[in-house]
């Protein structure tokens, strides 16, 4: 698939109006101009327009049905862009944990570190009893 | 899910200090992203991060710019973006981490945006680089030279 189709794609899912379309048309598995306007805080024509642009990136499929044209999602390609997004969020996923690994062995390090160099360094701990209580007062009554 | 923004979080038991020093010097980020970094951290700063073996055909550099550095509290940079241009909104994909002082640590809230902007491409070469670094086998050995040399240094 070509880089121009590819930017297409992202596009049509970049549009908060348009992903909302398409949670409608996969929870109702198809609609029409009319029907989805009638749901969302835009025009009949504005939807007409977003149902353009969601059916040249290829999330749509039309058929016509009497004067009115039936869309449904196709979810292929729709999977296609999700997926897409999940490998980035998987990938950072991984990198967080590497980061949270090497934060905290340092952490450790350094802890033993001032524990050995300062061991009469008590007057910083806190109780965490303490802070639980503070917490559980702070809490509405209802 | 706003498809034009990755957003993550991960309760971390080390102080922002020590989290903000692991997101932000080249000799940290090299511990858990690209094979190589280098970057000057302040605002403005400008570097690289490299993916791949020196030799290897497939060996990718990507630019980076700083654009927020504010120690223990946030740190954000550009990056996937074209030689010889600036990088803003529109022409480079957005990475900023938050820090925020736990009582056992630091939360840290990653968000990567510019996806939308920038394109199906630049999501695809993100993806791409997880590959270099995703194995444990890979990463866990390294981390205990350096954390060993950090404590070592005066």
Same mark, same amino acid.
């Given at each position: 698939?070509?880089?121009?189709?590819?930017?297409?794609?992202?596009?049509?899912?970049?549009?908060?109006?348009?992903?909302?379309?398409?949670?409608?048309?996969?929870?109702?598995?198809?609609?029409?101009?009319?029907?989805?306007?009638?749901?969302?805080?835009?025009?009949?024509?504005?939807?007409?327009?977003?149902?353009?642009?969601?059916?040249?990136?290829?999330?749509?499929?039309?058929?016509?049905?009497?004067?009115?044209?039936?869309?449904?999602?196709?979810?292929?390609?729709?999977?296609?862009?999700?997926?897409?997004?999940?490998?980035?969020?998987?990938?950072?996923?991984?990198?967080?944990?590497?980061?949270?690994?090497?934060?905290?062995?340092?952490?450790?390090?350094?802890?033993?570190?001032?524990?050995?160099?300062?061991?009469?360094?008590?007057?910083?701990?806190?109780?965490?009893?303490?802070?639980?209580?503070?917490?559980?007062?702070?809490?509405?009554?209802? | 899910?706003?498809?034009?923004?990755?957003?993550?979080?991960?309760?971390?038991?080390?102080?922002?200090?020590?989290?903000?020093?692991?997101?932000?010097?080249?000799?940290?980020?090299?511990?858990?992203?690209?094979?190589?970094?280098?970057?000057?951290?302040?605002?403005?700063?400008?570097?690289?991060?490299?993916?791949?073996?020196?030799?290897?055909?497939?060996?990718?550099?990507?630019?980076?710019?700083?654009?927020?550095?504010?120690?223990?509290?946030?740190?954000?940079?550009?990056?996937?973006?074209?030689?010889?241009?600036?990088?803003?909104?529109?022409?480079?994909?957005?990475?900023?981490?938050?820090?925020?002082?736990?009582?056992?640590?630091?939360?840290?809230?990653?968000?990567?945006?510019?996806?939308?902007?920038?394109?199906?491409?630049?999501? =695809?070469?993100?993806?791409?680089?997880?590959?270099?670094?995703?194995?444990?086998?890979?990463?866990?050995?390294?981390?205990?030279?350096?954390?060993? =040399?950090?404590?070592?240094?005066?």
């Amino acid at each position: 698939m070509s880089t121009v189709i590819d930017d297409e794609l992202w596009s049509a899912v970049g549009d908060p109006i348009r992903r909302r379309m398409l949670d409608q048309l996969l929870a109702d598995g198809r609609g029409t101009a009319t029907s989805l306007s009638e749901r969302l805080p835009v025009t009949r024509q504005a939807v007409a327009k977003h149902l353009g642009v969601l059916d040249r990136a290829g999330l749509v499929h039309a058929t016509p049905e009497g004067r009115e044209r039936v869309y449904a999602v196709d979810e292929a390609q729709f999977a296609r862009a999700v997926a897409q997004l999940a490998s980035v969020g998987a990938a950072w996923d991984a990198r967080l944990r590497r980061i949270k690994t090497i934060a905290e062995a340092i952490q450790r390090t350094r802890d033993a570190v001032a524990h050995q160099n300062a061991p009469d360094s008590r007057g910083t701990h806190v109780d965490p009893d303490a802070r639980e209580n503070r917490a559980a007062r702070a809490e509405p009554e209802n | 899910m706003e498809y034009g923004s990755i957003e993550r979080e991960i309760h971390v038991d080390a102080s922002p200090e020590v989290v903000y020093e692991v997101v932000s010097t080249p000799e940290h980020l090299a511990g858990w992203w690209p094979d190589e970094a280098e970057l000057e951290p302040g605002v403005g700063g400008a570097g690289t991060f490299r993916f791949g073996d020196s030799a290897s055909p497939d060996r990718h550099v990507e630019l980076v710019t700083v654009v927020e550095a504010d120690p223990y509290r946030r740190f954000s940079f550009r990056w996937v973006y074209d030689e010889g241009v600036t990088a803003a909104v529109g022409n480079s994909l957005l990475v900023t981490f938050d820090l925020l002082p736990t009582h056992a640590g630091t939360l840290l809230r990653m968000t990567e945006t510019g996806f939308r902007e920038r394109g199906w491409e630049a999501a =695809k070469l993100e993806a791409l680089y997880r590959d270099h670094v995703s194995g444990w086998d890979y990463y866990l050995p390294r981390v205990a030279p350096y954390v060993t =040399k950090l404590v070592s240094a005066p």
